[in-house]
């Protein structure tokens, strides 16, 4: 059986891969009395006269909501908030596993960034932290940018910044396996939305002077066919000029990163590149590249975003 189908099977068989259970026995009177009415009025009260109280008294100290709109979701991207839903328990179930943090999936029922943020709003009391998950490009910054704004927890979007730090750590190492520095490197960046943007101002905040970025109509510059988010990376990166797609960016470059679709990298674009290139593809569920063909044409490092595969680099590090 392959990965999809039994992955498939297997959500089949949990019917959801969380479950929560109380902190406490359950079996008697005086537990029901410490646990519920009459003893939990005495907590309430502490929180009402002082509401940093919840973080002693509630779950709230430890619990992160991961909040989506359906609109980005890994690899199939716009698929609403109920096929977001295994995804997003998904990455509950690793916030339990590898930090012991209690998460929750929120899935909301709109993609209006007005109803998002108020949303997110009128529920933060209960948590500690807000993760955003799988919210499309620009939407995604203007929601993360007033959350932060308005909510008094942290705000997190785990497509920029879990992505930008995690890949940012690999391409410094693998400069160094190559004997490259970033700051005379030529990286090339397939993927402007969320990850991407937010890959390239981190680079560039790291010293990355030779930065080329890319989507589906090829790289980006100043005009009408990419958004206001795009259009500001723009003014700061492609410092050479280059015009044309994906297969104009990469000849001669050190590195490419790919966080945009299946396929979109071939064996030739990896021969035009320079000498010992570092290939990131990291596209979900199917990278932009096979690593054994990316390997075959001459790449020194590859890496992926799979967990199946060696190299991984993906926001759940």
Same mark, same amino acid.
């Given at each position: ?49 002082? +509401? ?16 989506? @709109? ?15 839903? +295994? ?7 690793? #916030? ?18 007005d109803e998002i943020v ?22 995604? #910054? ?39 520095d970033i700051s005379t ?122 967990? @199946?595969? +060696? ?7």
């Amino acid at each position: 059986m392959d990965i999809a189908a039994e992955s498939l099977a297997k959500h089949a068989e949990w019917r959801g891969k969380l479950a929560f259970d109380p902190k406490m026995d359950i079996a008697t009177r005086h537990d029901l009395a410490v646990a519920y009415t009459p003893g939990v009025a005495e907590p309430c009260k502490v929180i009402a006269e002082n +509401p940093e109280a919840a973080y002693d008294y509630t779950l709230k100290a430890n619990t992160v909501a991961v909040v989506s @709109d359906g609109s980005a979701a890994l690899g199939p991207g716009n698929i609403g908030p109920e096929a977001a839903m +295994p995804v997003m328990e998904g990455k509950a179930a690793l #916030f339990k596993a590898f930090g012991g943090v209690d998460a929750f999936p929120i899935c909301l029922d709109t993609q209006d960034t007005d109803e998002i943020v108020e949303t997110v709003i009128r529920i933060a009391p209960a948590f500690g932290g807000i993760n955003l998950e799988d919210i499309a490009a620009p939407r995604c #910054f203007e929601v993360e940018r007033r959350l932060k704004e308005r909510c008094d927890i942290p705000v997190f979007h785990d497509d920029q910044h879990g992505t930008a730090i995690v890949l940012a750590a690999a391409l410094k190492n693998a400069l160094k396996v190559v004997k490259k520095d970033i700051s005379t490197a030529r990286l090339v960046i397939n993927g402007a939305g969320s990850a991407g943007i937010a890959i390239a101002n981190f680079l560039l905040s790291l010293g990355a002077n030779d930065l080329i970025v890319c989507d589906r109509l090829g790289i980006i510059d100043e005009s009408d066919n990419f958004n206001s988010a795009q259009n500001e990376l723009a003014k700061r990166t492609n410092p050479r000029g280059v015009k044309g797609t994906l297969k104009d960016a990469v000849k001669d470059a050190d590195a490419f990163i790919g966080v945009s679709a299946k396929d979109v990298l071939s064996q030739d674009m990896v021969h035009s590149m320079n000498c010992d290139p570092i290939v990131f593809a990291m596209a979900n569920p199917s990278p932009e590249i096979d690593p054994k063909l990316a390997l075959e044409a001459g790449a020194k490092i590859v890496a992926t975003g799979r967990s @199946d595969l +060696p190299n991984q680099i993906n926001n759940l590090l």
